[in-house]
Antibody
Framework: QVQLQESGPGLVKPSETLSLTCTVSGYSISSGYYWGWIRQSPGKGLEWIGTIYHSGSTYYNPSLKSRVTISVDTSKNLFSLKLSSVTAADTAVYYC??????????????????WGQGTLVTVSS | DIQMTQSPSSLSASVGDRVTITCRASQSISSYLNWYQQKPGKAPKLLIYGASSFQIGVPSRFSGGGSGTDFTLTISSLQPEDFATYYCQQNYTFGQGTKLEIK
């Protein structure tokens, strides 16, 4: 059974960099699949942040691209998120998830399953 | 960018009711549409992918339909544990959610 667990500081100061790690158990990241980060601001909807393939290829939300870096460490079976220059607007619950894909040229069907439990990150001085 | 619009934004219903939630895409997305259920304080849970394919373990009272621009999630007979917020998703865009509350 695949399980994901987010970890990292729950409080980040404005202008600093948010750093989170998602540790995967029950499945080897190097075996395949894409892996994503999604966030949810308090009382709001879901926003995709970015995705990484086990090879290291990345895809980012254009609205966050200039501030986001996602990396993978297959030796530790985890992937990580860095979001720079944070503001109060980045306060959210951050989720990591496995991202299966089905390619039906020219389109791709992708979904998120399973998800980690989520971690609340508050941006405040 | 493709926009996803859910309706209604909120819905009150009773145990045993049949409920349908709609998700509309701003342009055709074939059958590339997924549905999630989220309960307070919990991560979203995948219910349906590819518009109508069930995730393993999802009760049969849930069903998904549609293609092109209009999609539905139907719960045939509401159970107490179904009261939650439901989201549709296409590629990397989520709908705004539909909160299903007890009447």
């Amino acid at each position: 059974q695949v399980q994901l667990q987010e970890s990292g500081p729950g409080l980040v100061k404005p202008s600093e960099t948010l750093s989170l790690t998602c540790t995967v158990s029950g499945y080897s990241i190097s075996s395949g699949y894409y892996w994503g980060w999604i966030r949810q601001s308090p009382g709001k909807g879901l926003e995709w942040i970015g995705t990484i393939y086990h090879s290291g290829s990345t895809y980012y939300n254009p609205s966050l691209k200039s501030r986001v870096t996602i990396s993978v460490d297959t030796s530790k079976n985890l992937f990580s998120l860095k979001l720079s220059s944070v503001t109060a607007a980045d306060t959210a619950v951050y989720y990591c998830a496995r991202e299966p894909r089905v390619v039906v040229v020219p389109a791709v069907l992708t979904w998120f399953d399973p998800w980690g439990q989520g971690t609340l990150v508050t941006v405040s001085s | 960018d493709i926009q996803m619009t859910q309706s209604p934004s909120s819905l009150s219903a009773s145990v045993g009711d049949r409920v349908t939630i709609t998700c509309r895409a701003s342009q055709s997305i074939s059958s590339y549409l997924n549905w999630y259920q989220q309960k307070p304080g919990k991560a979203p849970k995948l219910l349906i992918y590819g518009a109508s394919s069930f995730q393993i373990g999802v009760p049969s009272r849930f069903s998904g339909g549609g293609s092109g621009t209009d999609f539905t999630l139907t719960i045939s007979s509401l159970q107490p544990e179904d009261f939650a917020t439901y989201y549709c998703q296409q590629n990397y865009t989520f709908g705004q959610g539909t909160k299903l509350e007890i009447k």
